[in-house]
């Protein structure tokens, strides 16, 4: 009786440490759950599925966090000593992540047809969504930049864009000027090689163009 006992003693014990380490697993593909490197021109079923569940499982985090994997941040930066730029690349997976995260925040789930149609309008399509600083009040004007993708001797130009200027003073954070802008850059890429790198630029009538390396590896 008692190595009965002992043995569902340790039975149990097994049990808990099997249940304890699917736990830490689960716990660590919560922090992974984007695909690992690639941009897709279209999602498979298995992608469509991980975007989902990686919008609706960080619906509670910043936007910045939630989208740490498509900022092209830390390739571009500072131009001058003033003007500081990022600039998010809107893949389709990011599109459906976000869209799932925002129906998650409406404590809702995305239906079938919305995500058919989220997909069928990124076909072919890049955004970039780019936020500018600046420390004079005219820094940035609507019609005085242009967006451009060039990969080899190909240049893309945005086919649409988007961009309000914030004109409005903020409190200085440190070294951060004091006002700042918001631009989308809508790209055809049904001419771009999405398995080889390339580079998105803004590029101002006046002043130093921005530059944003995309190593297709290093976003999803």
Not at 52 to 62: A, D, L
Not at 65 to 74: I, L
Not at 76 to 87: F, Q
């Amino acid at each position: 009786m008692a190595i009965k006992t002992k043995r569902l003693a340790i039975g149990i014990l097994i049990g808990v440490i099997l249940t304890t380490s699917l736990v830490y697993v689960a716990a660590a593909g919560f922090e992974s759950q984007a695909p690992a490197c690639g941009i897709h021109r279209s999602l498979s079923w298995e992608l469509t599925d991980s975007a989902v569940n990686y919008g609706r499982n960080n619906k509670i985090t910043s936007y910045l966090t939630f989208a740490k994997g498509w900022n092209t941040a830390e390739n571009g930066g500072m131009a001058g000593s003033n003007d500081r730029v990022y600039a998010i690349c809107k893949t389709p997976y990011f599109v459906l992540a976000d869209a799932a995260r925002t129906a998650a925040r409406e404590e809702r789930e995305l239906s079938q047809g919305e995500i058919t149609a989220i997909l069928d309008g990124c076909k072919n399509r890049l955004v970039f969504m780019a936020k500018f600083y600046g420390d004079e009040i005219n820094f940035f004007g609507k019609d005085n930049i242009k967006a451009v993708i060039k990969q080899g001797d190909k240049s893309i130009y945005a086919s649409s864009s988007f961009i309000t200027v914030f004109n409005k003073d903020v409190t200085r954070l440190g070294y951060m000027p004091v006002y700042n802008a918001g631009g989308s850059f809508e790209f055809d890429t049904s001419g771009l090689d999405y398995t080889q790198n390339f580079d998105f630029y803004l590029i101002p009538i006046e002043g130093p163009k921005f530059h944003f390396p995309i190593y297709v590896t290093r976003i999803h």
